[in-house]
């Protein structure tokens, strides 16, 4: 089955930092990987996407500076590390499979579980 899963959410202050993972199993990491969120009462927005085959990346103006996506081929595993994070960052985080990077158009597979984050003093 293909599955991507999220994980590395939590509660953090105001400030600090976490590192989510969206591993795959079932295939080898190919085309694209997003990272989306959604806030409770917000539409899902696009935070950040990687070209697995190029590296290349891409950041929503919100998150620039502060989130850096990466992949590792070895673990099939794509991170978002999150940093100097704020309460506006609050959100569940979801990855998905797309075809390309930036293009959000075409996605693949269903939307998971996510993982939570909240940033809260």
């Known amino acids: 089955q293909l599955q991507l899963v999220e994980s590395g959410g939590g509660l953090v202050q105001p400030g600090g930092s976490l590192r989510l993972s969206c591993a795959a199993s079932?295939?080898?990491?190919?085309?694209?990987i997003h990272w989306f969120r959604q806030a409770p009462g917000k539409e899902r927005e696009g935070v950040s996407c990687?070209?697995?085959?190029?590296?290349?990346?891409n950041y929503a103006d919100s998150v620039k500076g502060r989130f850096t996506i990466s992949r590792d081929n070895a673990k099939n595993t794509v991170y978002l590390q999150m940093n100097s994070l704020k309460p506006e960052d609050t959100a569940v985080y979801y990855c998905?499979?797309?075809?390309?990077?930036?293009?959000?158009?075409?996605?693949?597979?269903?939307w998971g579980q996510g993982t939570q984050v909240t940033v809260s003093s």
């Open positions: 990687i070209s697995i085959s190029s590296g290349s990346t």
């Open positions: 998905r499979r797309g075809l390309g990077c930036p293009t959000q158009n075409i996605l693949f597979g269903s």
């Open positions: 079932g295939f080898t990491l190919d085309y694209a």
